[in-house]
C-alpha cells in the first residue's frame, strides 16, 4: 500500500501561522515558547568569574564535563521530538463508528475559535499522539492528510451513538520488500535463484515460528477502537471499526439513511397541584403532554416534504432544495425507566385518565431519513410539543408544509439541544462489515479497562446525580401539607403567563401564547440567498451559485493536470 498520503500538507509553525486552525493544547504550548523566549530576551546576561580550583587526574576537565553535559541533553531532546517516519509504514483506509455524550462539546465539527472543545479536535489529538495519522504540523487540524469523511455534523450539545467516520490510518501490514536494481548484464549472467525470487508482499504476515501465512485484517491489524479509546474523553467512545470499506466510501454521500431520537419525560416539567393551577382551556393539565396528538403530527412528517419551514436557512450554503424524504416518524415509549416519583400519582397532581401507572415516563421521539437540513429535527420536535401542551393543532404540521400556501416560515422557538441523539447511520446492502469492540478479543468490551467498564463509569457517574436530585425531589413533594381550597389559597387567573416547553429542564415563561401562524414570518430562503450573495459582491444567489461551480470545475482540472 502508498504511504505517502499518510503525510499532510499541514502548515502552521513560525512566523505567519494560521494559529485559527491551531488546537487548543497547541496554542497553550506555541504560548509558553514565546513567553520563554520573551523571558530569555529580556533578562541580562549574568557572568560569573570564580577562581580555578585545583582538580586531581581523575576528575573530568570543565570542557569535558560540559560536553558530555550537552551531549546528553542533545541526546534527550533529540529523543524527545522523535517522529515516527510514515514511509516505513503500510497504510489502509478503514470506517470508525463513534458514539459521544454531547452536552459538555462544542458540536462534532472543528471549530478553531469556540469555547468549547469539539469531538473531532478530541479525534485530531488522539489520532496524532497515537500516530494513527501523520500530518505536518499536529497542531494544526486539517484533516485533508488522511482522506477524511464523517456522517454527519452534530451541533453543540447533541450527542450521537452512530457516528461515522471515514479516514486512512496507519497499517500494521508489512510493506513489499523492494529487491534491488540490477542492470541487464548482470541478470543474464547471474542463474536467478528461485527461492531468492519468493519475496513477501503486504498481504502476508509471519507467524510465531517465522512461518509466512495470510495477513488478518483482525487479529494481525492495530485494534484500533482500543488505542483511541485509551486515549479518548470517557464520554467519547468508538464502538466498531471496519478494516475493508468500498473503494468509493464516503462517509456522507454513501450513507442511506439517518436516524434520530430526541428523548423527553411525560410529565414533560414539574405540575402544580391543582389550587394553584389557573383554568385551562385544553383540558389539560400544565406539565403533561397529550401523546396521541404529537403522534397524529408525527405521522404528519412522513414522506417527502418541502421543509423550508421546519428548518434553519444558512445563506452561506445557497441551498435552493429543501425537499427531504422522511421514511418514518413517530413518539415511542422507553422501557425499563426506573424514574417514578410517588407524589406524581397524587390525584392533584395527575393529568386526567393517568390512573395508576407510575410516572415520569420517558418517550423519544423517533426520525428516519437518508438527510436533514440544518436543525431540522429540533424544528420538528419543537412543534410536536407546542401539539403535545395542545397550544396547537396536529394540523400546524401539514399546514407548514405547504410552502404554496406558506412560502414564509413563521419566527417560532426550535427545541432544546441536550436530548437529541444521532442514533445510527445505515449503509447500503452492508457496505461497512463492522467488528464491534470485543468481537476480535473479548476482554476489550468487558474486562477490566474495557468499553463496558467506561461506560460504566460514566453512567453511575451521572446516575448518582440523577438519584440524589430524585430523592431530594420526593423529600421536598412530602414536606408540609399540599395547598387546599381554603387557608387564603386563589387560583392564579386565567390569563396568566403560558409556560411553553420547548425540551429544556423546565418550561418557559411566553406570555399570552400566540399562536405559530400569527407570528411574523421571515424572508423567504431565496429572499435570504440573494441578500447574502450581494453582501459578498455577487449580483445576485444565481450569480455566486454560478461562480462556485465555475471555481470547483477549475479545482477539479488543476487537481487532474497536478
Known sequence: MDSSNL?????????GANYESWTKTGL????????????????????????????????????????????KAAKAKAKGKRKMDPSRYASRHIALKLAYLGKNYGGFEFQAMGNLSTIEEELWNALTKACLIFPDDEKVVQFDCC?????????????????????RVRSNRPLPTKRPRRDEAEVSSVSPDPAAERLPNGDEAESEDGERRPFDDVKDELCYPRILNRLLPNDIRVLAWCPSPPADFSARFSCRERQYRYFFTQPAFS????????????????????????????KRFEGEHDFRNVCKVDPAKQIINFKRHIFESDIVEVEDVSTALPYLQQASFGA???????HPKVYYFHVRGSAFLWHQ???????????????????????????????????????????????????PDDALPWVY????????????????????????????????????????SRQGSLPGSGGGQHRPKANAATRVYEGANGGRLAGR??????????QSPEDQNDKYAKRKGYADADDMRAQRALDRLKGEQGELVG
Open 7 to 15: 503525510s499532510g500538507k499541514c502548515n502552521g509553525q513560525g512566523q
Open 28 to 71: 497553550i504550548q506555541r504560548l509558553r515558547e514565546l513567553e520563554s523566549e520573551l523571558r530569555s530576551s529580556s533578562e541580562p546576561a549574568k557572568v560569573e568569574v570564580k577562581a580555578p580550583e585545583p582538580r586531581t587526574s581523575e576528575e573530568p576537565t570543565a570542557k569535558t564535563a560540559a560536553k558530555s553535559a550537552s551531549g
Open 147 to 167: 482522506e477524511y469523511s464523517k456522517c454527519g455534523r452534530t451541533d453543540r450539545g447533541v450527542s450521537a451513538f452512530g457516528q461515522v467516520i471515514g479516514l
Open 271 to 298: 405540575p402544580v397541584p391543582c389550587p394553584l393551577e389557573p383554568p385551562s382551556a385544553s383540558g389539560l393539565k400544565s406539565g403533561w403532554l397529550d401523546i396521541e396528538a404529537m403522534r397524529d403530527a408525527a
Open 352 to 358: 386526567p385518565a393517568v390512573g395508576d401507572e407510575p
Open 377 to 427: 429535527i429540533r424544528h420538528m420536535v419543537a412543534l410536536l410539543f407546542l401539539v403535545g401542551q395542545r397550544l396547537e393543532s396536529p394540523e400546524i404540521v401539514s399546514r407548514l408544509l405547504d410552502v404554496a400556501e406558506n412560502p414564509r416560515k413563521p419566527s417560532y422557538v426550535m427545541a432544546n439541544e441536550v436530548p437529541l441523539v444521532l442514533w445510527d447511520c445505515l449503509f
Open 437 to 476: 469492540v470485543g468481537e476480535e478479543h473479548w476482554p476489550n468490551r468487558f474486562g477490566q479497562f474495557g468499553l463496558m467498564d467506561d461506560l460504566w463509569e460514566v453512567w453511575r457517574g451521572r446516575k448518582m446525580d440523577e438519584l440524589l436530585a430524585g430523592q431530594l425531589l420526593r423529600l421536598v
Open 513 to 522: 401564547y400566540v399562536p405559530v401562524m400569527n407570528k411574523e414570518l421571515q
